[in-house]
């Protein structure tokens, strides 16, 4: 006999993108994207955090 167990958990969302001129349309594509995949886990967003800079380095405000 076969058992599923769901785990939600409890997740941010976390959208970056490189310069301000990409921000808006790609941002909103990356939220639409990882809200769709969090809520077909069953998970439950708590945190959306937003950052525009180079992947190049950690040192950005939200990943601080």
């Known amino acids: ?5 769901t785990v939600s958990c409890k997740v941010a969302i976390y959208c970056r993108v490189a310069t301000e001129h990409q921000a ?5 594509l990356q ?4 809200r ?3 809520e077909r886990l069953g998970n439950e967003i708590v945190a959306e955090v ?5 992947g190049r380095t950690i040192y950005r405000p ?3």
């Open 31 to 34: 939220k639409k994207i990882l």
């Open 36 to 38: 769709s995949y969090a």
């Open 50 to 54: 937003i950052d525009v800079g180079s």
């Open 24 to 28: 808006f349309y790609i941002v909103e």
């Open 1 to 5: 006999m076969s058992m599923s167990t």
């Open 62 to 64: 939200g990943m601080q």
